[in-house]
């Protein structure tokens, strides 16, 4: 994950320095620069300990949701543009379904876990084109790839089923016995790329994937061990923290029903943070620049 998120970054700071030296600037005048309003239809998944094998790679396209945004994108350069996108989605997952051919199926089968997660995220990007663009936006290219990466801050709440068929949230629960409950508001990095679709004068659409870098490992409500009982105080966090595990013999010998003995591992230790990912399709109209004629004295 990490090699992957390096590299990612990298090139689109490279493409950055590359696509915006002096000469740039002083050939694509304000004139040419102008700005668009896109409205997206977004599929969302995450990676993380209720995925079907601990790897970056892995996802359940059944736990795929859809999700919303809305973005204003201003164009500064032939090959730069920044982008504001305000957006909202729902990643979900359960050990019931994800628990595939991996070594840990039997643990996490048994672990039984399930969450559900709205993240409502505001993002900051910088895109780098590809292909540039010296014209004004009549004469952009029809086809355009693009590489992007910046900073958000998202909302999420993670909630879990309940024996009853009700969606309870987790983070208040403390369900690993924490001091302290994760916070609701978190950071991460945005990078990816696309590819742009002129339609006609003022339409573009677009083709996007982009990953997540967080620095939570609880979008999941999972991340470490399993509590003691005594830290786990009401009903709730009772049964999410430890009752909603099943009985197990054998290897799982710990697994008994609401005796799960604190301290064990309930997280996946090599999976630090956990990740999401949006794939969407935007609709961007282009609004149409101010022409300014000279003023004559």
Known sequence: MKNIFTYSTAVVLGLALVATPEADAQQFSKRKQYNSIGFSLNAMNYFGDLTPVTSFTSLRLGATRVGAGISITRRFYPRVSGRLGLSYGRISGDDSFASDQDPDARFRNNRNMNFRNDILE??????????ENRNNYLKRPDFVPYVFAGVAGFYHNPQGLDKNGNYVDLQPLKTEGQATAYGKTQF?????????????????????IGW?????????????????????????????GNGITKSQAGDYSNFTGQNVVGGTPRGDSGNKTDWYIVTGVTLNYILTPRIKNPKFR
């Open 212 to 240: 997540r870098k967080t620095f939570t490992d609880y979008l999941d409500d999972t991340g470490g061990k399993y509590a003691q009982l005594s830290s786990l105080t009401t009903p709730a966090a009772l049964y999410f």
């Open 188 to 208: 991460s990095i945005p990078f990816g790329g696309g590819i742009r679709y002129r339609i006609n004068r003022n339409f573009d659409a677009s083709l996007e």
């Open 122 to 131: 505001a993002s900051a990007v910088a895109i780098v084109d590809l292909i």
